[in-house]
Each structure stands twice: as C-alpha cells, then as structure tokens.
C-alpha cells in the first residue's frame, strides 16, 4: 500500500500542506504590506516636497470609468 496514505503519516502530510498554505498566506501579506509602506512613505515625502503657499495644495488625481465601443471599461486618470 502507499505510505503516504497509511493512518500513520497521513496526518503528517495533512499538516504539512496546511502549514505550507498558511506560510504562503502570511509571506502574501507581509509582501502587501511591504510595498503599502513603501507607497505611503514615497507620497509623504512627495507631500512634504511640494511647495506651501497660501492656498496652494498638491495636485490630486482622480480615476473614472469610461466604455469603449466593445464595452470594455478603459481607466483614465485626470488631474485637478
């Protein structure tokens, strides 16, 4: 018989495929969150690069939707 399937290791097995998804889980978001940080860090110091002024504020960009003739969404990005 296969020894994989025997009672005995089975359970080894189960575990280790489990633990292996649970370490893919946590090295996914520990990568999410690196590059979160990275984003956030990048624009606070854009933000504080931009020159003060009265009323002067960064320049804002902002995302819509619009459907080409074939009905696929196509995103553009504008600046107010």
Do not use: C, H
């Not at 520990?30 to 624009?43: F, G, S, V």
């Not at 002067?56 to 819509?64: F, G, I, K, L, N």
């Amino acid at each position: 018989m296969n020894s994989l399937l025997e009672a005995g290791t089975a359970i080894y097995v189960a575990m280790a495929v489990a633990l292996s998804v649970w370490i893919g889980i946590f090295v996914y978001l520990w990568r999410i969150d690196t590059q979160a940080r990275a984003l956030k860090r990048e624009l606070q110091r854009e933000r504080e690069q931009w020159p003060r002024g009265e009323g002067d504020a960064p320049p804002r960009a902002s995302v819509t939707r619009v459907s080409q003739a074939e009905g696929e969404p196509v995103e553009r990005s504008s600046r107010e």
